[in-house]
């Protein structure tokens, strides 16, 4: 089966092209839902967190607080490392089982820190969902009333979008409207269709160098 990655900047319209490939019967794991369950209570990684961050960063009912914890570790790269040495390996694992549950030609990974961490051997091929910078800080502001400061520190978290350019295997722009977006989505899985026949016949077509 073709794994493809499919990330972007923050605003970018990951979660909204997503949409588009599992409308068309893709499988798509999405890893920000693998990360809520991950923390949810009485897991590994939320007693982890508690234990490293405190109990300020869990509300009265022991639950998770993502807005104390947000605002922790994008202040502080240390803290945000801290983090993800919790809850990346576990998402990881969680993500790599429910590929070994499918059978269908290709699925759809979504990582939003797919290019920050490296360690996403598995994917075979890298899907940039694609917008101006500016357009990011519009879409995150409006979309999560976040301030501009608190979306800078979001983005500055992230690589830059002329690295994330540069590692992507295909770019699916969004800089226009729903039905646009949708049609080159269309355009793509019909690409994917093609490479996940082709990587079915001769193993390794698909591979990523290095």
């Known amino acids: ?3 493809v990655g499919l990330t972007g900047g923050i605003g970018s319209g990951k979660s909204t092209a997503a949409r588009f490939f599992a409308a068309r019967g893709v499988p798509v794991i999405d890893t920000d839902t693998i990360a809520r369950e991950a923390v949810e209570p009485g897991t590994p990684a939320l007693a982890r967190i508690a234990e ?15 807005a104390a914890l947000r605002a922790r570790v ?4 240390e803290q945000r490392r801290r983090l993800e040495a919790i809850l990346h390996p576990e998402i990881r694992a969680r993500a ?12 759809i990974v979504v990582v939003p820190l797919l290019l920050e961490s490296g360690e996403w051997s598995f994917v075979q091929r890298v899907l940039v969902v694609d917008v101006p910078e500016s ?7 409006a979309r999560d009333g976040l301030s501009r400061a608190q979306v800078d520190a979001v983005m500055s978290a992230q690589v830059g979008r002329e690295r994330r350019l540069a590692a992507a295997d295909d770019v699916l722009v969004n800089d226009r409207d729903l039905p646009t977006l949708e049609r080159r989505v269309e355009a793509l899985h019909r690409r994917y269709l093609q490479l996940a026949r082709a990587c079915a016949a001769h193993p390794g077509t698909a591979d990523r160098p290095g």
């Open 1 to 3: 089966m073709l794994i």
């Open 52 to 66: 490293e961050f405190g109990r300020a960063v869990l509300t009265p009912a022991g639950t998770l607080d993502r």
């Open 74 to 77: 994008f202040a502080d790269a």
């Open 96 to 107: 790599r089982k429910r590929l070994a549950d499918l059978a269908a030609p290709y699925a």
């Open 135 to 141: 357009v990011q800080r519009e879409r995150a502001c």
